[in-house]
C-alpha cells in the first residue's frame, strides 16, 4: 500500500481512494487498519508532552462536537 500512498501524494492527495491488492475492492486509504492509528488529514490538533495516556471516547467525542466533524487520535512517534 505504500506504492497507493505515494501515488495519492504525486497527485496531492486529490482522493484517498484506492483499490486494495487483495481483492481488488475500491477503499479509502483513511479507512484501511495501519499497525499504529493512522490518518490523512488537512490539519492537525498538536499536543506536546501533555503527561497523560489517550483522550477518553468522551474527550474525544468533545472534540468532535466542537468541530464539527469526526477525529481520531493518533499519538506522534518521534
Same mark, same amino acid.
Not at 20 to 49: H, K
Given at each position: @500500500?505504500?506504492?497507493?500512498?505515494?501515488?495519492?501524494?504525486?497527485?496531492? &492527495?486529490?482522493?484517498?481512494? $484506492?483499490?486494495? #491488492?487483495?481483492?481488488?475492492?475500491?477503499?479509502?486509504?483513511?479507512?484501511? $487498519? %495501519?499497525?499504529?492509528? @493512522?490518518? &490523512?488529514?488537512?490539519?492537525?490538533?498538536?499536543?506536546? %508532552?501533555?503527561?497523560?495516556?489517550?483522550?477518553?471516547?468522551?474527550?474525544?467525542?468533545?472534540?468532535?462536537?466542537?468541530?464539527?466533524? #469526526?477525529?481520531?487520535?493518533?499519538?506522534?512517534?518521534?
Amino acid at each position: @500500500m505504500a506504492e497507493a500512498v505515494s501515488a495519492r501524494c504525486d497527485e496531492g &492527495f486529490s482522493t484517498l481512494l $484506492v483499490a486494495v #491488492p487483495c481483492c481488488e475492492v475500491q477503499t479509502s486509504l483513511n479507512d484501511l $487498519v %495501519y499497525d499504529w492509528p @493512522m490518518g &490523512f488529514a488537512r490539519f492537525r490538533i498538536e499536543v506536546l %508532552y501533555p503527561n497523560r495516556a489517550w483522550l477518553t471516547g468522551e474527550e474525544l467525542a468533545r472534540v468532535a462536537d466542537a468541530l464539527g466533524h #469526526p477525529v481520531r487520535q493518533i499519538l506522534i512517534h518521534i
